[in-house]
């Protein structure tokens, strides 16, 4: 973050001068804020429910919401080279995440030592609420300062920390048998056994026997106890995989070494495949560090253009996944406006998509569109075009226009957010674990947990 800096000298202070800061609070301020101070009360955190009232008390820590004062003393008034002496505070009520707050300080009186003594308060913007009150007395800075180019490093808040917890429900379940085609690649080959180490899955390793022998004896994997089933080509070894599903012996298709297109020809079959009803969508499952909880993007990798239709599955396919990991479903339809355009395609489909669902056409979550990448998952983005409802600012299913725009998010998401993916198609009779060739053994794992807790969810249903 690069920030602008510029003080007020105590010659310059009368009072009656004054100075504002607005600020939304987030779940990961209160993490930043737990770890940094030491103050775990989970009160304070994302998904704690102490009182069991089924909602998360998300209760901002009374000095979380005392810093914002040392943050406008800091940065505008006085600003840079200002010094606390004392602060009195008296709280009124509570701040939670998801609230925005105003915090004021107004000079009171110019102190002959060259201190300052201020009135302080914090109020929440929405109803105009008090929720603090106080002074403070600070040592003024004499010198000016007004400078570019003030370096504060960003934070990433812990990574994995959903997929753990998707892992950590997946694991008491059976192994999910798994037919894993073509795993005569490194990458593939360990992604399968490590989730195989985890009592995630069975693995039923299809291709090339003695080029999957190799690429274990190469990488050191042991493949003990590990049921190959040799195919001379990629193509007979996906529809050997089709063939398992048929007879019962594998509940979910890994993708190994070899290309989208081939994997899933024998599964789109119309007399011998594993079609459903409904069309073959992708998700991907992201890990997006700073995020309350996983985000949903979807279709980034099969449907390239799709029409109506298809989007109405696209939409219900991630609405069933995210309940299958306990999740509740908030779907925001993507376009490049919030507002309905009959010149944007996109916004059309995303206003019918809501009001199919309000009808019931869609069911399971809420969904809302169209709307905008930045209030979809912004919550005070989606306060400033004034959005309301229970998606707006909070999306965590994100369904893209195209192929094209889910695929930059998703990687956007993983390149320049350092998120994890876990990738998912769903639609068929199993579900396809989906991973690309430059997927971390994470990734992968976590795709296969993911994989097994919508099978054991659909048996559930």
Same mark, same amino acid.
């Given at each position: 973050m690069n920030l602008h800096l510029r003080n007020r000298t105590f010659d310059e202070l009368q009072p009656g001068d004054s100075a504002e800061l607005k600020r939304l609070i987030t779940p990961d301020d209160l993490y930043v804020f737990?770890?940094? %101070?030491?103050? @775990?009360?989970?009160? !304070?955190?994302?998904d704690s429910d102490l009182d069991h009232d089924g909602r998360p008390e998300r209760v901002a820590p009374g000095m979380f919401v005392a810093s914002i004062i040392s943050a406008v003393l800091g940065t505008q008034l006085p600003g840079p080279g200002t010094l606390y002496r004392r602060q009195s505070l008296e709280f009124h009520t509570r701040a939670h995440a998801g609230e925005e707050l105003c915090c004021r300080v107004e000079v009171l009186e110019k102190l002959a030592d060259g201190g300052l003594r201020l009135a302080t308060s914090v109020r929440r913007i929405d109803d105009g609420v008090l929720i603090l009150s106080g002074e403070a007395e600070v040592l003024a800075p004499t010198e000016r300062y007004d400078r570019d180019g003030?370096?504060? &490093?960003?934070?990433?808040?812990?990574? !994995?920390?959903?997929?753990?917890?998707?892992?950590?429900?997946?694991?008491?379940?059976?192994? *999910?048998?798994? $037919?894993?085609?073509? &795993? #005569?690649?490194?990458? %593939?080959?360990?992604?399968?056994?490590?989730?195989?180490?985890?009592?995630?899955?069975? &693995?039923?390793?299809?291709?090339?026997?003695? $080029?999957?022998r190799a690429t274990a004896e190469a990488s050191g994997a042991d493949l003990s106890g590990v049921e190959i089933v040799h195919a001379d080509t990629d193509r007979a070894a996906a529809r050997l995989a089709v063939a398992m599903v048929h007879e019962g012996r594998a509940a979910a298709v890994m993708k190994g070494h070899l290309h989208t297109d081939d994997l899933l020809k024998p599964m789109? #079959?119309?007399?011998?495949?594993?079609?459903?009803?409904? +069309?073959?969508? !992708?998700?991907?499952?992201?890990? =997006?560090?700073?995020?309350?909880?996983?985000?949903?993007?979807?279709?980034?990798?099969?449907?390239?253009?799709?029409?109506?239709?298809?989007? =109405?599955?696209?939409?219900?396919?991630?609405?069933?996944?995210?309940?299958?990991?306990?999740?509740?479903?908030?779907?925001?339809?993507?376009?490049?406006?919030?507002?309905?355009?009959?010149?944007?395609?996109? %916004?059309? #489909? $995303?206003?019918?998509?809501?009001?199919?669902?309000? +009808?019931?056409?869609?069911?399971?979550?809420?969904?809302?569109?169209? *709307?905008?990448?930045?209030?979809?998952?912004?919550?005070?983005? $989606?306060?400033?075009?004034?959005?309301?409802?229970? =998606?707006?600012?909070?999306?965590?299913?994100?369904? =893209?226009?195209?192929?094209?725009?889910?695929?930059?998010?998703?990687?956007? *998401?993983?390149y320049i957010s350092h998120a994890e993916g876990a990738g998912l198609v769903l639609g068929a009779r199993v579900p396809v674990i989906l991973n690309s060739r430059s997927d971390s053994a994470m990734s992968r794992l976590a795709s296969c947990a993911v994989a097994?807790? !919508?099978? @054991?969810?659909?048996?559930?249903?």
């Open positions: 737990a770890a940094a %101070s030491g103050n @775990y009360n989970p009160m !304070h955190l994302q003030v370096e504060v &490093p960003g934070l990433i808040v812990q990574r !994995h920390r959903h997929f753990e917890a998707i892992l950590d429900r997946a694991r008491p379940l059976d192994p *999910l048998p798994t $037919a894993v085609v073509v &795993p #005569d690649e490194e990458k %593939s080959l360990r992604g399968a056994l490590l989730a195989m180490q985890e009592s995630i899955i069975t &693995p039923i390793l299809i291709g090339p026997d003695a $080029a999957i789109l #079959d119309k007399a011998d495949g594993l079609r459903m009803g409904r +069309r073959f969508t !992708h998700v991907f499952v992201m890990d =997006v560090p700073g995020q309350p909880e996983p985000i949903f993007v979807t279709d980034a990798a099969i449907n390239i253009a799709p029409d109506l239709q298809t989007k =109405v599955d696209i939409c219900q396919n991630a609405i069933d996944l995210a309940r299958a990991l306990g999740i509740e479903p908030r779907v925001g339809v993507l376009s490049a406006v919030e507002t309905v355009n009959p010149a944007i395609p996109s %916004s059309i #489909d $995303a206003a019918l998509l809501s009001k199919m669902a309000d +009808r019931g056409q869609i069911t399971g979550g809420q969904v809302e569109g169209p *709307l905008a990448m930045d209030n979809a998952v912004d919550m005070g983005a $989606a306060r400033t075009k004034g959005l309301k409802g229970g =998606v707006a600012g909070h999306a965590n299913i994100l369904v =893209v226009p195209n192929l094209d725009a889910g695929n930059m998010v998703a990687k956007q *998401l993983a097994a807790l !919508h099978h @054991y969810a659909g048996k559930t249903a």
